[in-house]
């Protein structure tokens, strides 16, 4: 839908983000799953989908902030990030902010992004993923046994 207001188009596009002249001046991605797969190992293998306002896939590359906590509620960071920590996987690209605690990751073209977490410990942790527009989905817990 677009609306012209004194000779500027604005608009809500299809995915629910919005645009001015062509432009998007809001982002697609408003959402997001993680599913977390159990311990392997010492090993937990992590899959982040991006997704839109209709709950779709989004079909291009976007970039996330991610953050390993203490607790689902954000109160505090881990304390050291697991043995290895979180290290990319097949899909999408990472890059790390503050070692084993913060990190840009990047998605592939259909907004999937895959990691592993590594703890040869038992450290509780949550992660958090910063979407563009500030709001956080918090994973369920990666402690291993």
Not at 4 to 21: D, M, T, V
Request: charged letters at 20%; aromatic letters at 4%.
């Amino acid at each position: 839908m677009t609306v012209s207001l004194h000779g500027r188009r604005l608009g809500i596009e299809n995915a629910g983000n919005l645009s001015a002249n062509g432009i998007q001046v809001s982002s697609p991605c408003v959402d997001a799953t993680i599913t977390v797969g159990a311990e392997n190992a010492d090993v937990r293998a992590i899959t982040i989908q991006l997704k839109d306002a209709n709950g779709d896939d989004i079909n291009y590359v976007e970039e996330v902030e991610l953050v390993l906590f203490l607790n689902a509620e954000r109160t505090a960071y881990v304390v050291t990030g697991g043995s290895t920590g979180i290290a990319i996987g097949t899909d999408g690209a990472l890059s790390t902010i503050v070692a084993k605690k913060v990190f840009r990751a990047t998605s592939e073209a259909d907004g999937d992004i895959d990691l592993t977490w590594t703890d040869t410990g038992t450290e509780v942790a949550y992660l958090g993923v910063k979407l563009p527009n500030g709001r956080y989905v918090m994973s369920d817990a990666l402690t291993n046994a």
